[in-house]
């Protein structure tokens, strides 16, 4: 720590000493015609080798400006897309500012373009609506990752979880020489490829897949960071090898190759560890569906809101059902991991392949402990605690293939086919309690154990056409969705119970088998149709049509000694269920010089036919047979203006039928404590959305501002109905439907350079509110929400040997209890985090980071604090620096726990898992490349 703080300390001071005001240097860059040129590339150069001293972007009157310039010889140089640069020798006055005279630049022929720019490189620069970033001008390690060096470009940063913001939005897709690398998942890119590999970067608003498709501008846009290689590196292979060994029998390995051309590219990761390092998280999760492989492209959903496929989820949240590369969400508690995943993309002669396989396997060991405090009716209320140990070990095969075709000019197919294969092996030891008072408790031991095999395979096929008529254009799409499970499982519980005069309770000692055998089919198919009416005005019909076909035959045995199972009526159920959607709609869609405005109206039917009974071939018990028709409204409004300023607006209302899960009727009893039931009445969701927002950034000044709000009300919102057992405290969770709920989502961003290009910060509040209905005991209560969160987030660069990225945020949540205002809570959660990275001499580096995150809950006495300093010294070795030793030291403070708080509907909770803490890694590290790439200057 003493390290830490006399390197900031030094590099405090250092900064301030260069920063002190010494000159301002301003002027204005012209054409010709004396037309002002905006966004031309600025760059004060020293005379004696042309380094680099700062830069800037001019205004749109062409006006630039240098603040706190050394008084030093300096060249100016300006160089503008399409004109010849102009580069001459400053005069700097003994005193005051220093005005410089007009630069006029001249525009320059096409056959001296290329020759030009390769001449005239800038560390940033306009292209239309591209900012692009010369790789060149920022220095990084030898070594360094993509992640790093864009650590470095301005207007570009790096959350503590490793997600890109630029110009103060999420980064959504990253390609590699424009194609998609790895489906297009973000860190996949910036923490696999090789800074030194690099040779420009754009970020860029890409069109909408919609958009693409019918070729009518949507107003929706994806911000889209492209990585452009040198030719060096395409023409060999380049990665990483690197092997660890620690303290307490630690150990890590990765492994990374990639060789790219014009028409190939070919990746390849791997890596093995027992310290938790997975590669991928949930947030990795999200990026990936809302990157390239965009929902609309994949499965031909045409029209607004998408086609009605949100009744089927193919992507669990413990990552088994999802067909993209997998998260794995293993801080917590103690993992062996194992991956490997291969890419390859082909490009040529209109001809566009990607393709990726991905394994993963983790074994992963759960230590918890957890207190839930339950409120009744009169203030009363109960607590619940549960310590368990569960091991999880799974296996996810996952191969992702897209194939786009351009037959001719007007016709265009694509082919989207992706496969799922997975193994999850579960075993879980648990003692629960029920208190009421010191006089009043039940507790019960479980022993659960689950082997799980399913697969998955989903083909989509999507054909367009564009006709001769400029903006007609049809589109159609059919898709195939298979899945299968099938799971096998022993379910033992001895209890100990309170009071119980309810013979039928499932609170007591059990020993069970269970089967359960889950497959379904979905298919969908959807037409577009776009007819110009005027040159700015368009007409969009659609019509969806899908079905699904699901089959679930649980079987439940009671097993009263070693050769004896009987099948349990009450908890065994074969459910088949046919959902059949019709959608059919029209909307009118403005476009003209960055407005947009849509308005549309459509018709939705579903209906739901299903059956159940004990047994496939046994007694029917009972019949599901509803249908549902809606008229959905849809209007969206965006405006794209000068200066990168964007406005939106819009309004849309959802129809969600039920899951089904929610509708099949057996009571799943894995947790006796809380029994689970399914209810095949359950009615549609509706909700209504509203949204609206503002966004402006400024490249020469580097100042970004975000504003938005987003509103929903629901109608017919699912809920959990909670029937508690007044004597035995069993809670019976099945869905139900209530009125009334509501949330509400402003957001308030702020990024602007203290210093330009030495230090820049990034500041946000993200107020909410929520309106939640539940049902207890039949009987409907409400609770509000309120979360004060805002944070800040800082980077400062002052020096090439030093960089320093922090942040902080905090969140107040108060929630107030309807029928327990007595029980209202006031949840803070705050967390900080800083990543500091030194150049010392003879080629050592010094990383370190920090996180820290406190919990705090003042009514029941709650606050942890958990911080984590992790420390990293490596050395570069051999005269081409391929070469690199590092020692790795985690949780220096050996403070390291999952925490977890939340305040729900009628309930507090808190838990802590037993993680992984303070060891040490040595490792080593070669740095391939086929081709030796030249160290920047």
């Not at 499965?299 to 809101?305: I, L, P, V």
């Not at 959990?720 to 949330?743: H, M």
């Amino acid at each position: 720590m003493k390290l830490l703080i006399s390197c900031l300390l030094l590099a405090f001071i250092t900064f301030a000493s260069q920063a002190q005001s010494k000159l301002t240097i301003r002027g204005v860059v012209k054409d010709t015609t004396d037309t002002p040129l905006d966004y031309t590339s600025v760059l004060l150069l020293s005379p004696k080798d042309s380094a680099l001293v700062t830069y800037t972007l001019t205004n749109k009157d062409g006006e630039y400006q240098f603040k706190n310039v050394e008084r030093q010889p300096l060249l100016i140089k300006a160089t503008y897309m399409g004109y010849l640069p102009l580069q001459k020798e400053l005069v700097l006055p003994e005193t005051g500012d220093l005005e410089v005279d007009e630069i006029q630049l001249m525009p320059i022929l096409q056959e001296l373009y290329e020759v030009v720019v390769k001449a005239a490189k800038a560390p940033l620069m306009m292209r239309g609506d591209t900012l692009e970033y010369d790789a060149s001008k920022f220095k990084v390690p030898p070594g360094a990752t993509l992640e790093e060096l864009l650590r470095k470009l301005p207007g570009i940063q790096i959350d503590k979880d490793g997600n890109i913001v630029a110009q103060g939005e999420q980064v959504q897709k990253v390609t590699v020489d424009g194609r998609r690398f790895f489906g297009g998942n973000t860190k996949m890119a910036t923490q696999n490829l090789n800074a030194a590999s690099v040779s420009k970067l754009q970020v860029y608003d890409d069109k909408s897949e919609q958009s693409k498709l019918t070729g009518v501008e949507d107003g929706v846009k994806e911000k889209t960071l492209n990585v452009e290689l040198k030719e060096d590196a395409k023409k060999g292979g380049f990665g990483k090898l690197s092997a660890a060994m620690g303290t307490e029998g630690r150990w890590t390995t990765n492994a990374s190759f990639n060789k790219f051309d014009k028409v190939n590219q070919f990746s390849v990761i791997g890596y093995g560890n027992n310290v938790n390092q997975s590669g991928l998280s949930w947030d990795d999760l999200q990026e990936f569906k809302g990157s390239g492989a965009f929902q609309f492209g994949d499965t031909g959903d045409f029209g607004f809101n998408g086609g009605g496929s949100n009744y089927i989820s193919l992507s669990g949240g413990d990552n088994e059902e999802s067909f993209e590369i997998p998260f794995n969400n293993l801080n917590s508690g103690y993992s062996n991991n194992q991956a490997i995943g291969v890419n390859y993309n082909y490009l040529k002669d209109k001809k566009d392949f990607n393709s990726n396989y991905f394994y993963s396997r983790s074994d992963q060991t759960l230590e918890s402990i957890n207190n839930r405090t339950n409120f009744l009716q009169n203030n009363t209320s109960f607590t619940s605690t549960d310590q368990s140990l569960q091991n999880n070990m799974a296996g996810h095969h996952r191969v992702n293939l897209r194939f786009q075709n351009e037959l001719d000019s007007s016709n265009t197919i694509t082919i989207n086919v992706k496969g799922r294969l997975s193994s999850l092996n579960t075993y879980l030891a648990s003692h629960q309690e029920l208190i009421r008072s010191s006089t009043e408790q039940s507790q019960m031991d479980r022993n659960n154990t689950s082997d799980k095999w399913s697969g998955a395979f989903q083909g989509t096929a999507i054909y367009r056409h564009k006709f001769k008529k400029n903006g007609r254009n049809f589109a159609a799409s059919i898709s195939d969705t298979y899945s299968k499970a099938d799971q096998n499982g022993v379910q033992k519980s001895v209890v100990d119970l309170m009071n119980s005069t309810d013979p039928n309770t499932y609170f007591r000692n059990l020993d069970q088998l269970n089967q359960a055998l889950n497959g379904s089919n979905l298919i969908k198919s959807s037409l577009l149709f776009v007819e110009p009416i005027k040159k700015v005005l368009f007409w969009e019909t659609f019509y969806n049509f899908s079905q699904s076909q699901s089959e679930t035959d649980r079987q439940v045995y009671d097993v009263e000694n070693s050769d004896t199972q009987e099948l349990n009526p009450e908890l065994s159920r074969y459910f088949e269920n046919t959902i059949t959607y019709n959608r059919f709609g029209s909307s009118i869609r403005y476009a003209n010089k960055g407005s947009n405005l849509s308005v549309g109206l459509a018709a939705s039917n579903y209906r739901l036919i299903g059956r159940f009974s004990v047994l496939k071939d046994s007694e029917i018990l009972g019949r599901v047979n509803k249908s549902y028709l809606n008229f959905t409204p849809n209007v969206s409004f965006s405006k794209s203006m000068k200066g990168n300023k964007r406005l939106r607006a819009g309004y849309n209302m959802g129809v969600n039928p039920p899951n089904i899960s929610d509708l099949q009727p057996y009571k799943d009893i894995s947790n006796p404590l809380y029994i689970r039931e399914g209810n095949p009445d359950l009615e549609p969701q509706v909700s209504h959305s509203f949204n609206t927002g503002y966004y402006m950034y400024d490249p020469v000044s580097f100042i970004n501002f975000r504003v938005s709000f987003n509103s929903t009300f629901y109608q017919n919102q699912v809920v959990q109905n909670q029937t508690i057992d007044p004597e035995t405290f069993v809670t019976t969770y099945k869905a139900g439907n209530v009125s009334g709920g509501q949330r509400f989502n402003p957001y308030l961003g702020f990024g602007f350079p203290i210093v330009k290009t030495k230090a820049s910060a990034y500041l946000y509040a993200n107020p909410s509110y929520t309106k939640s209905l539940a049902l207890i005991n039949s009987v409907e209560t409400e609770t509000q929400t309120t979360g004060n969160n805002f944070g800040i987030n800082f980077n400062l660069t002052p020096l090439e040997w030093f960089s320093l990225y922090t942040g902080s945020s905090f969140r107040l949540s108060k929630t107030k209890y309807e029928q327990n205002p007595s029980q209202n809570q006031d949840i803070i959660n705050w967390s900080a985090y800083g990543n500091m990275n030194i150049e010392l001499p003879k080629d050592f580096y010094l990383d370190v980071k920090f996180n820290y995150n406190r919990y705090k809950n003042e009514s029941f006495g709650f606050d942890q604090e958990v911080p984590i300093l992790n420390a990293f010294v490596y050395k570069l070795l051999g005269k081409a620096k391929k070469w690199e030793v590092r020692l790795s030291a985690y949780d220096v403070f050996n403070q390291n726990q999952t925490i977890s708080q939340y305040a729900g509907q009628n309930y507090v909770s808190t838990g802590r898992i037993e993680t992984l803490s303070r060891y040490f890694l040595l490792g080593l590290t070669y740095n391939m490349r086929g081709v030796e790439v030249k160290k920047r200057r």
